[in-house]
């Protein structure tokens, strides 16, 4: 059974840095596509980054592009999102995900299958 679990969400001042971990298990990461996606209050659940099964190709949306980095380390099975220079409208409830591919496409949210359960990032002005 897939599980995954997210953490390191808190509450930091905006031009503060945090770095999520999303640790899983039931699968084997390496072969699949991984990403964050993050929901604040009454908005759609939106991709912040997206990472291939290598690890080479990484495409991020364009409100975090320069400030965020994805990682993987598979030898864990963890995924990882460096977060700087925060702003407070990156404030929201952090998922990660994976899809079943190891390629991933558009980066939709209905393309991926497996779901952590959220850790909450608090930007403060």
């Known amino acids: 059974q897939v599980h995954m679990v997210e953490s390191g969400g808190g509450e930091v001042q905006a031009g503060g840095s945090l770095r999520l971990s999303c640790a899983g298990s039931g699968y084997d990461s390496s072969r699949h596509c991984m990403a964050w996606f993050r929901q604040a209050p009454g908005k759609e659940r939106e991709g912040v980054a997206h990472?291939?099964?290598?690890?080479?190709?990484?495409t991020y949306s364009e409100s975090v592009k320069g400030r965020f980095s994805i990682s993987r380390d598979d030898t864990r099975n963890t995924l990882y999102l460096q977060m700087n220079s925060l702003k407070p409208e990156d404030s929201a409830t952090y998922y990660c995900a994976a899809r079943t591919l190891s390629t991933c496409g558009g980066g939709r949210r209905y393309e991926y299958a497996y779901w952590g359960q959220g850790t909450q990032v608090t930007v403060s002005s």
């Open positions: 990472i291939d099964s290598n690890g080479i190709i990484t």
